[in-house]
């Protein structure tokens, strides 16, 4: 048993409420912290390198449902690096006080993604979008959206052009993703409108590069892991549907340059270079050297017959435009799906 005078001095030497508060929240660091949710992801993680690089702290959520822990596996000891697996469709709670700026990434992003997951894509651009957006009202940080040109849909406008309300069939197979968008737009641009959040989006064209999934289905990486197997590349439809390919790191850097804007409507990010999807498929036969044919089968529903981004809102506004050509930026991808293919077989004969 303590005496009175035991028990009083025992209390003294407790800490302070401010002591305790200073001493169980987190450290505010001075340099700018981030959160970029889909930080495993193929533009997340790439998003995450330029942060870094930039000075940043940064905080990725992923719950790995199309990530890869490969993309960030060079950020383990990092001590501006912190990952969380969640699922940000759930309430996102982050201890931090200082968070600067929120990067909302999270979504399935290929065709076959989100095929086979309607439900978490239609919820992570709904349910993801409100949670992170909740988060940056909360942590009074700007919010960037990552937004798509599967806004205009199957366009009946070429080039697009922001102002373009797109073409959209909201109850085919690609409506899940395409609507769950469009609503993370409409929700986004509510909460900078009534509760005043600086948040940007981003209108992202087909963007390629290292780290995308080899088996995920987009056309770059089917087309370079077919060449390098041997395999037929296998063109949907007639191959003259058109798309335009921006490399990861023009994306990158055009989404940075919004963040640090003080623009609130979309902007497209993408480069303007169109090509037939039988063209790209040529380009790639050529560039890999590679003996494969082409086959030919049915084209998806809904398969947007052109894209094409109009660019003049971002060279107006952030001072970009796309520097890396697609020889270069294709070759690099195809050196990167070459490691990754003799990793996983041996060999890519
Ligand atoms: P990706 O599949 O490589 O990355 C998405 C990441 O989000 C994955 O790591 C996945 O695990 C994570 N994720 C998905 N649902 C989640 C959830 N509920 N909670 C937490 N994490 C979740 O795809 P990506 O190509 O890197 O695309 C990133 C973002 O950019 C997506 O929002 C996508 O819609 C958008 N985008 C990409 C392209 C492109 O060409 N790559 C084009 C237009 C838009
Ligand atoms: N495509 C193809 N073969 C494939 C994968 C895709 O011909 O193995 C076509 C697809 O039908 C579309 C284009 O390539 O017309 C781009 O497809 P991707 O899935 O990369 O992205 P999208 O722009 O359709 O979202």
Known sequence: MFSFNERVAEIARQPRQAELEEHFTMPAPAKAVSVVTGGAGFLGSHLTDRLLAEGHHVI??????????????????????????????????????????????????????????P??????????????????????ATFVLASTSECYGDPLVHP???????????????????????????????????????????????????????????????????????????IFGDGSQTRSFCYVSDLIDGIFRLAMSDFHEPVNIGNPREMTIKQFADE???????????????LPE????????????????????????????????????RQHIELVNGTTK
Do not use: C
């Not at 009534?194 to 981003?202: A, N, S």
């Open 284 to 298: 790639i036969i050529r560039i890999t050297g590679t003996k494969s044919g082409i086959e030919y089968r049915p």
């Open 60 to 117: 990725a959520i992923d719950n790995l449902i199309t990530g890869n822990v490969a993309n960030i596996g060079h950020l383990a000891g990092n001590e501006n690096y912190r990952f969380v697996r969640h699922n940000v469709s759930n309430f996102i709670f982050l201890p931090e006080q200082k968070i600067d700026f929120v990067f909302h990434f999270a979504s399935p992003a290929s065709p076959i993604d989100y095929l086979e997951l």
């Open 119 to 140: 439900i978490p894509t239609l919820k992570v651009g709904a349910l993801g979008t409100h949670n992170s957006l909740g988060l940056a009202k909360d942590k009074k």
């Open 160 to 234: 697009q052009k922001e102002d373009y309300w797109g073409n959209v069939n909201p109850i085919g197979p690609r409506g899940v993703y395409d609507e769950a968008k469009r609503f993370a737009e409409a929700m986004t641009m509510a909460y900078h409108r009534y509760h005043d959040v600086d948040t940007k989006i981003v209108r992202i064209f087909n963007t390629y590069g290292p780290r995308m999934r080899l088996h995920d289905g987009r056309v770059v990486p089917a087309f370079i892991g077919e060449a390098l197997t041997g395999k037929p590349l296998t």
């Open 302 to 337: 809904d398969d947007p017959k052109v894209r094409q981004p109009d660019i003049g809102r971002a060279k107006k506004i952030l001072g970009w435009e796309p520097r890396v050509n697609f020889d270069e930026g294709i070759r690099k991808t195809i050196d990167y799906f």
